[in-house]
C-alpha cells in the first residue's frame, strides 16, 4: 500500500461514493465513502470493544505499536503527500503536503517520547498521594480541511497512547487523506482502536452526542465548536476546542524589514493562509511601514504559484469555492474602502482551480472586515501604527486569541510586549510553528485546553489520585 494508486484503491468507495476534486485542476481524485448513523455506531461499539485490551498494554507496548506505526507512515510517506497535493491542494514543497506526512511521523514519535510517570502530589508522613492518568475510553476526533493528515493525527497520537480507542470523523472536503492516514495506521495497529466514519456535518454531530463517547477532540471553525460544546454537554463530555483564529503580529520600530520578511511572508502564507495559526492582520510602526511593505511585496513576487505537483511551486490553489468566496470578498471590500493593494486582489475566476493570487493589502482601516474577520487565505491586511500602546489594543480587541507575533531586534523588549497579549502563543520573530513538546492552545472564543507535549498527552486521560 505504499504507492500512490494502492492507498487510492484501498480507500475509494467507487460509484457509491462522494467524488472529490482536485482543488487546483477540477479533476476527480477518488470518491469518499458516505457513512450512516448506523456505520458510526458500530465503529463506536467496535472501539468501545477494542479499547478495553488496548488500555490492558503496558504504556511501552503502546508506544511500540505507534512508533511501527511511525515506521508506516514514513513507508507510504511519498504516496501521502501526493494524496494531500491532489486533494487538499498545498504542493509537494516549501512547506507543504512532503512536510505534513513528514509531521505525522514525527509527531507521533515525539508523542511517545513524554515522559509521564506517577506523580507524587503528597507525601508528608502523614499523608501519601499520588496521581496517575487512566484512560477515558473511546475519543471522536473531529477535523478541518486545511492540514487534514496533521491535524488527525494530533489528535489521535496522544488519545491512543494514553490507552483510548478513537473515532476519526475527517471534514467531508478532504476525507480521502485522512482514510489513507488511518488505513496506514491500521496496517500496524490492533484491529478495532482506530476507526473511521466519513460523512458530513450531521455524522461529526452524531458522534458528539454519542453516549459511549468520553472525549471529544475538536479541531475547526469557532461556529462548530461552539455547537459541540451545546451538544455534549448533555453527556458531560471532555472537550479539547482548536477553534479559529486572527491572530495578530506587531512590527516594532527597531525591526530590521529585510531581516524579517521571510518570517512574516510564512507566517501570513503559508498552506495559503489557511491555517488556523496564521498571520493574519500585521501591524508596522509607521517609521519602517513601506520598507516593510516594499520588502514583504518584493519577496512575495518571488514565490512561485500553480498545481503543487510541479516541483517548482511553493504555493497552491485555496482547498474550496466556499473560502476562495470568502477570501474575495473581503478583498473586494477592501478595495472598495480605498485601501491600497500592494500585490494580487484580482483573482481569474474563469481560470480552472481555485487560485487566489498572493494579496497584500496596506493603508487600510483597523475595523475593515479584512481585518477583524478571519479571512482564512492568501489576503494579509497591513495596519499602519505610531503608538504601541494602540496596536498592543488592536491585538488584544477581538474576542479569538489563538496565536499572535512580536518582531524586533530587541528580544527583551518584544518579550515584555508579547505579555501584554491576550493569546495561547506569541512568538518573537516567527510566526505559528508548532512543535511536539510544546503546549498549544488558544483562549478566548479560540478555544480551551492544549494539545502537544505532556499537558496535551494528560488531557487525553482522566486523573486519578490514591490517597493512602
Ligand atoms: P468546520 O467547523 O466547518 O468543520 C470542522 C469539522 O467539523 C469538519 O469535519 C466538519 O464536518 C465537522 N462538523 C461540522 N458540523 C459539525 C457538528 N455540528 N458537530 C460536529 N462536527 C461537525 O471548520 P473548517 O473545516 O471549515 O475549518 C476551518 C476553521 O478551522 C477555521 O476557522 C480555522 O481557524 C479553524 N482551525 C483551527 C485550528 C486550531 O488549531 N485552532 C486548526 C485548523 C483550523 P464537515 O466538513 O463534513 O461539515
Redesign the pocket.
Known amino acids: 500500500m505504499n504507492t500512490y494508486e494502492e492507498l487510492l484503491t484501498a480507500i475509494d468507495a467507487g460509484d457509491n461514493g462522494r467524488p472529490i476534486y482536485d482543488p487546483a485542476t477540477g479533476d476527480l481524485v477518488g470518491h469518499a465513502p458516505q457513512h450512516s448513523v448506523a456505520d458510526l455506531n458500530a465503529a463506536v461499539d467496535a472501539a468501545a470493544s477494542a479499547q478495553k485490551a488496548w488500555s490492558l498494554l503496558s504504556d511501552a507496548d503502546r508506544c511500540d505499536y505507534l512508533q511501527r506505526a511511525a515506521d508506516a507512515i514514513d513507508a507510504a510517506a511519498p504516496a501521502l503527500a501526493e494524496l494531500i497535493t491532489r486533494e487538499q491542494g498545498k504542493p509537494y514543497s516549501g512547506p507543504g503536503s512532503r512536510f505534513e506526512a513528514g509531521a505525522c511521523s514525527t509527531w507521533l514519535r515525539v508523542t511517545c517520547s513524554h515522559d509521564l510517570s506517577e506523580e507524587t502530589v503528597v507525601d508528608d508522613g502523614e499523608t501519601h498521594a499520588v496521581i496517575n492518568y487512566r484512560p477515558i475510553g473511546v475519543v471522536a476526533a473531529?477535523?478541518?480541511?486545511?492540514?487534514p493528515a496533521m491535524?488527525t493525527i494530533w489528535q489521535i497520537a496522544p488519545a491512543l497512547r494514553m490507552g483510548n480507542a478513537v473515532v476519526v470523523?475527517?471534514?467531508?472536503?478532504t476525507p480521502l487523506t485522512v482514510l489513507a492516514l488511518v488505513k496506514i495506521l491500521n496496517s500496524v495497529l490492533p484491529e478495532g482502536v482506530l476507526q473511521i466514519v466519513s460523512g458530513?456535518?450531521s455524522i461529526?454531530?452524531a458522534?458528539?452526542t454519542h453516549e459511549k463517547v468520553g472525549k471529544v477532540m475538536f479541531?475547526?471553525?469557532?461556529?462548530?465548536g461552539r455547537?459541540?460544546a451545546e451538544s455534549s454537554g448533555a453527556s458531560v463530555k471532555r472537550l479539547t476546542l482548536?477553534?479559529?483564529?486572527n491572530d495578530a503580529g506587531i512590527v516594532l520600530p527597531d525591526a530590521d524589514p529585510k531581516a524579517i520578511a521571510e518570517g512574516l511572508f510564512w507566517g501570513a502564507f503559508i498552506n495559503m493562509g489557511q491555517t488556523?495559526?496564521a498571520l493574519k492582520r500585521l501591524y508596522v510602526h509607521d517609521s519602517i511601514y513601506d520598507a516593510v511593505c516594499t520588502e514583504l511585496t518584493e519577496l512575495a513576487k518571488q514565490m512561485p504559484m500553480g498545481h503543487g505537483i510541479d516541483e517548482t511551486n511553493v504555493l497552491g490553489p485555496v482547498q474550496n469555492k466556499m473560502q476562495f468566496d470568502i477570501v474575495d470578498n473581503l478583498v473586494t471590500a477592501a478595495k472598495d474602502s480605498g485601501a491600497r493593494v500592494l500585490l494580487g486582489g484580482e483573482p481569474d475566476r474563469d481560470a480552472p482551480g481555485y487560485f487566489f493570487p498572493l494579496t497584500l493589502i496596506a493603508d487600510i482601516s483597523p475595523d475593515h472586515p479584512l481585518v477583524v474577520q478571519?479571512q482564512?487565505g492568501p489576503a494579509l491586511p497591513i495596519v499602519r501604527y505610531t503608538d504601541l500602546d494602540w496596536a498592543i489594543e488592536q491585538a488584544n480587541s477581538l474576542d479569538v486569541g489563538?496565536g499572535a507575533s512580536v518582531w524586533s531586534s530587541d528580544r527583551d523588549k518584544a518579550r515584555e510586549v508579547a505579555t501584554q497579549i491576550e493569546a495561547g502563543t506569541i512568538w518573537i520573530n516567527s510566526h505559528g510553528g508548532v512543535d511536539p513538546r510544546i503546549p498549544f492552545g488558544?483562549i478566548k472564543q479560540?478555544?480551551y485546553g492544549v494539545e502537544f507535549g505532556v499537558a496535551g498527552l494528560t488531557s487525553l486521560g482522566v486523573p486519578q489520585v490514591i490517597n493512602g
Open positions: 473531529i477535523g478541518p480541511w486545511n492540514w491535524i470523523k475527517p471534514s467531508e472536503y458530513d456535518g461529526g454531530a458522534l458528539t479541531t475547526g471553525s469557532t461556529a462548530t455547537r459541540i482548536e477553534l479559529g483564529g488556523c495559526a478571519e482564512f489563538l488558544g479560540s478555544g
